[in-house]
T-cell receptor
Framework: QKEVEQNSGPLSVPEGAIASLNCTYSDRGSQSFFWYRQYSGKSPELIMSIYSNGDKEDGRFTAQLNKASQYVSLLIRDSQPSDSATYLC??????????????FGKGTKLSVIP | EAGVTQFPSHSVIEKGQTVTLRCDPISGHDNLYWYRRVMGKEIKFLLH????????ESGMPNNRFLAERTGGTYSTLKVQPAELEDSGVYFCASSQAGVYEQYFGPGTRLTVT
């Protein structure tokens, strides 16, 4: 069974610090990795996607992927109180059915303290 | 560009009743997905449409759930008859053809009493 694991948190960081969110996945065939941000009662918002080993940067966000270790992380630099949300890790593993279904972790709740 | 929309935002029904959820994907997105999150659990895949065809319905819990996407535009998810364990938030997402990045709607919170 495909699994995606995240520390549920809450993860508390002071404003201006770097927040580090981690995710591990069980299926070695996984190809694509996504980070979603979800504010309470709102829809998951796609903030980062990463497909290759290494780092991908977009503004204050950096996604890191290590397929050998089956590990993906999200770094948020200069954390702001508005970054306080639940961050969901999602993984795509191709199946013979041609489905694009994502497997999600339970999410990590981030709290940025002013 | 309008995002994914879902209706209703919240539905409260009694056990044994029927409920129909609607999703309007982003215009031009061929792929449409339904996911569900039950209390305390992760978001789980239900099914995937490509245009009007069901590409993968492996996540549908049982035959009380029926999804349709007539004409390849909006989709409906019907639960009949509803059971207590069907309570949760039902999300719809869409993506462009050949693209894995999925954009989610606000969800429908279903409460079965």
């Amino acid at each position: 069974q495909k699994e995606v694991e995240q520390n549920s948190g809450p993860l508390s960081v002071p404003e201006g610090a770097i927040a580090s969110l981690n995710c591990t996945y069980s299926d070695r065939g996984s190809q694509s990795f996504f980070w979603y941000r979800q504010y309470s009662g709102k829809s998951p918002e796609l903030i980062m996607s990463i497909y290759s080993n290494g780092d991908k940067e977009d503004g204050r966000f950096t996604a890191q992927l290590n397929k050998a270790s089956q590990y993906v992380s999200l770094l948020i630099r200069d954390s702001q109180p508005s970054d306080s949300a639940t961050y969901l890790c999602a993984v795509y593993n191709p199946s013979g059915a041609g489905s694009y279904q994502l497997t999600f972790g339970k999410g990590t709740k981030l709290s940025v303290i002013p | 560009e309008a995002g994914v929309t879902q209706f209703p935002s919240h539905s409260v029904i009694e056990k044994g009743q029927t409920v129909t959820l609607r999703c309007d994907p982003i215009s031009g997105h061929d792929n449409l997905y339904w996911y569900r999150r039950v209390m305390g659990k992760e978001i789980k895949f239900l099914l995937h449409f490509v245009k009007e065809s069901k590409q993968d319905e492996s996540g549908m819990p049982n035959n009380r759930f029926l999804a349709e996407r007539t004409g390849g535009t909006y989709s409906t998810l019907k639960v009949q008859p509803a059971e207590l364990e069907d309570s949760g938030v039902y999300f719809c997402a869409s993506s462009q053809a050949g693209v894995y990045e999925q954009y989610f709607g606000p969800g429908t919170r279903l409460t079965v009493t």
